[in-house]
């Protein structure tokens, strides 16, 4: 058996080892999305191997008896001059080394190694294809942890019941934007939400929400988020300032007369009508009802009616206030994590529009491109490597001008003579700005412009060149509708025929005498 002091002396050392490792991880320039995230996943892992470490160390440092039988042990001898102790130990020593001759000293050094091992394409073979571990954590639609793939949720939400009208991929997404301005799914009908198919749909969005977050933030603590999301809900949850899960007081019972309908609470049963309710005061159940429940401290039970006894006419009881807390739960973490993911779905939204756009040859294209390894980036020496970032620090861009070819501003005056700095909005691209005349004009042939018109019913022709307002599209393409009609209509009264006697007639005139048989 080891000393326990001995064992404290290398975690400690070990820790301090896994923090230099934990540097070198973190001090790496990484321009890269991929580069990052690798990075940030290694930095994840070496902090759990050093709080696991803390952990033991905490445990070794409260086992006192154990340390100060140890002290004891070595401090002490029972004559002096003895060194029967060190002489056992260095014993076991020698033993252990002479048993496995070829161990190393410890395996951190063999972990730390892997976990700053960089691995290049370059040093492989063309046929050995590397398999990333970060990669293996996202599918092909969420491209690396870039994008959000919320497909299946999506066919969950259309497949509930009492949905209503079924929304597309693009609107779902917009429905989850409204994160930003309050809880989410508030759109939907109540009755929807009540039931078990939403507790069902909202627990797997929340899943994979989660599950995202710690797969593309693996050093945010999101378990210290949900626990603060978890007692703020808490608090609103006992102040019933969290409204929409409770049941419509229509569906509630009414008492004697109140609301739609008549409830009569000695009979236990429900009267849509008062003449039938005031008929049947005078029968003999009601009465004999009526006398029974006076004699007794509860009205009778009634499967017929809800049970008056643990229902309010103004409101529903504690217990079906809780039945639907864990959906509502479940809603308000959901729209935390959407909150802080907000930007992560915009980007969604852009590109889902953009693969709309697209034709299936260039989504083949773009897979393929995809799939292949990313380029090696060019490495340069030391006094090179210095050099290029002294002239990056150089730069000076007070005025935010837009880089040329060579990464450095553009002349201000070459800035002003394209016009960069004028703005040109157009909202058929969803009020996207474009900066100066150029790019303005370049856009009505790209791939977001023509799916906003696509998106209108409109062809994104030329007669539509320059229009940038939704109103004025839709104008536009109600003249042009008009002045189509126009030209046929002046067709068939301008174009002239003539039948086997001689005689002329317009076109009009001619196909319907030829309809009737006269010519």
């Known amino acids: ?19 230099r490792a934990l540097y070198t991880v973190l001090s ?59 002489y056992t130990r260095l014993g076991k020593i020698q033993e252990h080394h002479n048993k496995y001759p070829d161990a190393g000293a410890d395996g951190v050094e063999f972990d730390i190694a892997t976990l700053l091992e960089e691995v290049d394409p370059e040093d492989y073979d063309d046929d050995y294809v590397y398999e990333d571990p970060v990669a293996n ?42 994160s930003e301005k ?12 009540l039931c078990r198919d939403y507790e069902t749909y909202i627990g797997a969005l929340n899943t994979y929400l989660t599950s995202f977050m710690r797969r593309t933030q693996p050093l945010f603590d999101i378990e ?35 609301g739609e309908g008549i409830w009569c609470t000695a009979c236990q049963r429900m009267y849509s009508k008062q003449t039938v309710y005031d008929a049947h005061l005078t029968s003999k159940k009601h009465i004999k009802a009526t006398s029974k429940q006076v004699s007794s401290d509860q009205p009778p039970t009634n499967p017929n009616g809800p049970p008056s006894a643990t229902r309010t006419p103004n409101g529903p009881t504690a217990s079906s206030k809780n039945k639907h807390r864990t959906a509502a739960l479940l809603t308000y973490l959901a729209t935390a ?47 090179g490597g210095a050099e290029e970032e002294e002239e990056e620090e150089r730069i000076y861009n007070p005025l935010k001008l837009p880089m040329g070819w060579d990464g450095k501003p553009i002349p201000y005056w070459l800035y002003k003579l394209h016009g960069l700095g004028v703005e040109y909005r157009c909202e058929i691209c969803s009020d996207h700005v474009y900066m100066g005349r150029k790019n303005f004009e370049r856009h009505f042939q790209e791939s977001r412009h023509a799916f906003g018109m696509r998106a209108l019913g409109l062809p994104n022709t030329k007669h539509f060149h320059e229009i940038t307002k939704i109103e004025d ?7 042009l509708k008009r002045e189509g009609r126009h030209e046929i209509f002046e067709q068939e009264t301008m174009e002239e025929l003539e039948d086997e006697e001689g005689n002329v007639y317009n076109r009009k005139t001619y196909d319907d005498l030829k309809k009737q048989g006269l010519i």
Do not use: C
């Not at 309050?182 to 939400?193: F, L, N, S, V």
């Open 28 to 86: 790496r320039p990484q321009n890269v999305h991929q580069g990052r995230l690798q990075n940030e996943h290694k930095a994840a892992q070496i902090l759990d191997r050093i709080s696991s470490r803390i952990t033991t160390l905490n445990s070794a440092y409260q086992d006192q008896d154990a340390r100060k039988l140890e002290i004891d042990t070595i401090s002490t001898p029972s004559q002096p001059g003895d060194l029967s102790e060190f």
């Open 137 to 178: 954590m996202f599918s092909g639609e969420e491209v690396y942890g870039k994008y959000l793939d919320l497909h299946a949720n999506h066919t969950t939400y259309n497949n509930m019941k009492n949905i209503g009208k079924r929304i597309g991929y693009l609107q779902y997404l917009d429905a989850l934007l409204l």
């Open 473 to 479: 599209a839709m104008a536009l393409a109600e003249r």
């Open 224 to 258: 210290s988020k949900q626990t603060s999301t978890i007692e703020e809900f808490d608090k609103k949850w006992e102040a019933d300032e969290i409204d929409g899960w409770t049941a419509d007081g229509s569906q509630k019972a009414q008492v004697d007369g109140s």
């Open 337 to 383: 994590l959407l909150g802080d993911l907000a930007q992560t779905l915009n980007d969604t939204k852009a590109n889902v529009e953009r693969r709309f756009s697209l034709t299936a040859k260039e989504r083949e294209q773009e897979i393929l491109e995809s799939q292949k390894p990313p380029a090696p980036q060019p490495t340069a020496g030391p006094e």
């Open 1 to 19: 058996m080891d000393s326990i002091i001995e064992l404290q002396r290398q975690t400690h050392e070990e820790i301090e080892r896994y923090e």
């Open 182 to 193: 309050g809880p989410i799914h508030m759109d939907i009908p109540k009755e929807t939400r």
